[in-house]
């Protein structure tokens, strides 16, 4: 109930929810209640969660916060929060987030942007909370839920998790379960939580994992107890520093930030070594073909019939361009758009191949690094802290709101898992973080090792 009120009262502000599932939650936090009265409680049993909008909830809103999916309740609940309901937890709501999960700040949402619960010192300006699971973001820093289900395609966890001083977890690709989850593209989206410390997204990671025969690039292999591992602390560890990622202008509260990060971890046992990911600048650019080009292909299904929303015209072929006219947004059509023209005969070769071979060479340098004795790797999580809604600069080129990724897209180029932790703030009181990244399977490394930086 507690959580409910907190939805009512801030929600109109911040715009995280879109949809809110009061009665249900009640009715099942009741049911939990009397679980835990005979002893028989999940390991997450009672505990509200938000779910981003991307995911399928049976019978509950499902619009991946885009209006070509206009009244689309599915029949089916995903995988991933199947696992989480088996476990105990309920759902208070459904998340906003950028259409499709198309974005860096949350402004591409059908719904509106959200708010940043944050502000900079000495301003009133409304600030981007990142994206695109901004909700989840959001509704976690401002306690709207106990934790968030998101997903990273190339940051969308953990850009977000740093711009509100949240913990935001992508798991190694196959980790968890994509079915059910809309997809935007699908060789680098996953799944994982937003939350508020390393051991809650320990135990909402636990659960979340897991091989699903529905999912083909779903990896059979042992979930551990996170939560277990986040004591273990970094004594012995080795943590390499990635020279490319100190990026030329680059603000010095980040290289300040960074530098306090490898203080604290040394200061417990780690040591460090500096590594070359060489490749590290071709990363954006062979991502923003490669996810386009993916995301093409994925929507190509919302044509009117299927799902959602329908826009009648004079024949099939005029229903399916009014009904994607009117459905899709601008950045969504931007990427169909890039996504079909380096798929198409003749520039295939010179954009999506060349892009498939870049990442190739960024999942090798990677290789490299862990081959040399690296446990882990620790980067900043973004470039700069929140910037604020309808930014000039990035509105009147994309490109600039791309270049907020470019310290998270590798890791999903590579498959590998990552995770953003709140390590400081800005001159002005907002929130930085700091992001570690993984061997294949390693999460466990990356909580313990996150548990000593938050
Ligand atoms: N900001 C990136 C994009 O717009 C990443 C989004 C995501 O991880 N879903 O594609």
């Given at each position: 109930s507690s959580y409910l009120d907190a939805i009512g009262a801030a929600n109109p502000a911040l715009n995280a929810y879109v949809a809110v599932t009061g009665e249900q939650a009640l009715d099942k936090a009741k049911a939990s209640d009397a679980k835990l009265a005979v002893g028989e409680a999940g390991t997450l049993e009672g505990i509200p969660l938000g779910v981003k909008d991307l995911f399928a909830t049976k019978g509950v809103h499902t619009q991946a916060a885009s209006h070509i999916l206009d009244g689309f309740k599915p029949e089916y609940e995903s995988s991933v929060t199947a696992n989480l309901w088996r476990d105990g937890a309920l759902m208070l709501g459904k998340l906003n987030m950028d259409e499709f999960a198309m974005g860096s700040s949350n402004e591409t949402s059908y719904y509106g942007p959200v708010v940043s619960p944050f502000r900079a010192e000495g301003s009133n300006a409304n600030l981007v909370p990142g994206g695109s699971s901004g909700g989840s973001a959001a509704a976690v820093s401002a306690w709207l839920c106990a934790g968030a289900t998101a997903t990273d395609t190339g940051g969308s966890i953990r850009q977000p998790a740093a711009f509100t001083g949240t913990v935001?977890?992508?798991?190694?690709?196959?980790?968890?379960?994509?079915?059910?989850t809309v997809a935007f593209a699908s060789s680098l989206d996953q799944a994982g939580p937003i939350t508020r410390t390393v051991e809650d997204a320990a135990m909402l990671m636990t659960s979340m994992s897991g091989f699903d025969p529905k999912d083909s690039t779903s990896v059979d292999i042992a979930v551990p107890d996170f939560a277990a591992a986040i004591e273990r602390g970094v004594k012995g560890l080795t943590i390499g520093v990635p020279r490319e990622y100190r990026m030329d202008g680059m603000p010095q509260e980040i290289e300040t930030l960074w530098q306090q990060g490898i203080e604290w971890l040394k200061a417990e046992g780690a040591t460090?070594?500096?590594?070359?990911?060489?490749?590290?600048?071709?990363?954006?650019?062979?991502?923003y073909i490669v996810a386009p080009a993916e995301a093409s292909s994925n929507l190509a299904r919302y044509d009117g019939v299927k799902y959602g929303l329908r826009v009648s015209g004079k024949d099939i072929t005029d229903m399916y361009e009014l009904t994607r006219a009117a459905g899709f947004g601008r950045e969504v059509k931007r990427r169909i758009m890039i996504g079909t023209y380096v798929l198409s005969a003749g520039y295939y070769d010179a954009y999506y191949l060349q892009a498939q071979k870049v990442r190739t060479l960024i999942k090798r340098d990677f290789e490299e690094a862990f081959n040399s004795g690296v446990d882990t790797i620790l980067t900043p999580a973004t470039p700069s802290a929140a910037f604020g809604i309808g930014d000039e600069a990035m509105a009147a080129d994309p490109v600039k709101m791309y270049l907020n990724d470019v310290f998270t897209v590798t890791v999903n180029m590579a498959g590998l898992p990552g995770i953003a932790v709140p390590a400081g703030k800005d001159g002005k009181g907002l929130p930085l973080g700091l992001q570690l990244i993984g061997k294949p399977f390693d999460e466990e490394t990356l909580f313990a090792a996150g548990r000593v930086i938050e």
């Open positions: 935001g977890m992508k798991p190694t690709y196959g980790r968890c379960s994509r079915w059910g460090f070594q500096d590594i070359s990911l060489p490749h590290t600048k071709y990363a954006l650019p062979a991502y």
